[in-house]
């Protein structure tokens, strides 16, 4: 399967714990994504990746987050001390827009509960 | 301030009937406007993509039209199928270096059999 994979697919932690999310995104595409989604809502964007450089960061994301792609390949994204209000889909997408339109290529989700 | 709206109620038809989900959107300017389908627990999968200067856009039984006057999409679901159930999300696309998306909250269709 060639698609985007995100592990793990459920977490629940304790609040104050850290967590760290996976990305694998489909292998030729350049451009990576992360987007969080609170129930009834849509998702809500991030943090970009082109290649291994992050362009940009939401305000959404606080200093608790950060996110990685070392190589230009899967991201990490890690959340510190966790909260309550951090509960959510955590949603990974990628594309190659130069190419191939800004159509974008979901994962599965990791959905975080904190207790 | 921006915003974009969909239906928050459910949109419920029954199977053979035309679903049409509407999205509204004000203080953007999108270059793009894309529809995605997301089903429970999953993540959303992408449907179809209108640019600002096409009126309209068709694939299979779905339909697209973008009036960027109104700042309004319509979605079309032509033929109804109980497998059409599900919740459709609206994004904009601002065709800026992130090319990010903006999504609206969705709206959940549920086609009766």
């Known amino acids: 399967d060639t698609g985007v994979s995100q592990n793990p697919r459920h977490k629940i932690t304790k609040r104050g714990q850290n967590v760290t999310f996976r990305c694998d995104p489909i292998s030729e595409h350049n451009r990576l994504y992360w987007y969080r989604q609170t129930l009834g809502q849509g998702p809500e964007f991030l943090t970009y990746f082109q290649n291994e450089a992050q362009l940009e960061k939401s305000r959404l994301l606080s200093d608790r987050f950060s996110a990685e792609r070392p190589k230009g390949s899967f991201s990490t994204l890690e959340i510190q001390r966790t909260e309550q209000g951090d509960s959510a889909m955590y949603l990974c997408?990628?594309?190659?827009?130069?190419?191939?339109?800004?159509?974008?290529?979901f994962g599965p989700g990791t959905r975080l509960t904190v207790l | 301030s921006q915003k974009i709206e969909q239906n928050s109620e459910a949109l419920n038809i029954q199977e053979g009937k035309t679903a049409t989900l509407t999205c509204n959107y004000t203080?953007?300017?999108?270059?793009?406007l894309q529809w995605y389908r997301q089903d429970p627990g999953r993540g959303p999968v992408f449907l179809l993509l209108?640019?600002?200067?096409?009126k309209e856009k068709r694939k299979e039984r779905l339909k697209v039209t973008f009036d960027t006057t109104l700042k309004q999409s319509l979605f079309h679901i032509t033929a109804s199928q109980p497998a059409d159930s599900a919740t459709y999300l609206c994004?904009?696309?601002?065709?800026?270096?992130?090319?990010?998306?903006?999504f609206g909250s969705g709206t959940r269709l549920q086609v009766q059999p």
């Open positions: 209108i640019r600002e200067n096409e």
């Open positions: 997408a990628s594309n190659l827009p130069e190419t191939q339109g800004n159509e974008q290529f």
């Open positions: 203080n953007y300017s999108p270059a793009y």
């Open positions: 994004a904009l696309d601002m065709d800026t270096g992130r090319r990010a998306l903006t």
